[in-house]
């Protein structure tokens, strides 16, 4: 059983940055899948980014568009930890955060909720404008 536990959202204005954490038990990150989703109220649960082991020690990282050139996403081996650059925080990425760590399904991708198995409780980020 994974369990992850996100930190580090908060409060921030528009143009501002957060540094979201997602400590993971066991070893997980390069054994998994990992992403990070969000979900503002009234919405469906959305993809932000994800990371994942793609050949030996290389890591390969995609985001949405929405997020592309802000956001980074990145991960630390020993301490079992990914991690989420938030830079030039807009309004509308005010939602709550969650990180999810999936093995992986034939013909799903990582881009979506039903490639990942284990999820977080979720940290909220909220960006006043």
């Known amino acids: 059983q994974v369990q992850l536990v996100e930190s580090g959202g908060g409060l921030v204005q528009a143009g501002g940055s957060l540094r979201l954490s997602c400590a993971a038990s066991g070893r997980t990150f390069g054994s998994y899948g990992m992403g990070w989703f969000r979900q503002a109220p009234g919405k469906e649960r959305e993809f932000v980014a994800t990371?994942?082991?793609?050949?030996?020690?290389?890591?390969?990282?995609d985001y949405a568009d929405s997020v592309k050139g802000r956001f980074a996403i990145s991960g630390d081996s020993a301490k079992n930890t990914v991690y989420l650059q938030m830079n030039s925080l807009k309004p509308e990425d005010t939602a709550v955060y969650y990180c999810?760590?999936?093995?992986?399904?034939?013909?799903?991708?990582?881009?979506?909720?039903?490639?990942?198995?284990?999820w977080g409780r979720g940290t909220q980020v909220t960006v006043s404008s």
């Open positions: 999810a760590a999936g093995n992986g399904k034939y013909g799903v991708r990582w881009s979506v909720v039903e490639g990942y198995d284990y």
């Open positions: 990371i994942r082991r793609s050949g030996g020690l290389a890591y390969v990282a």
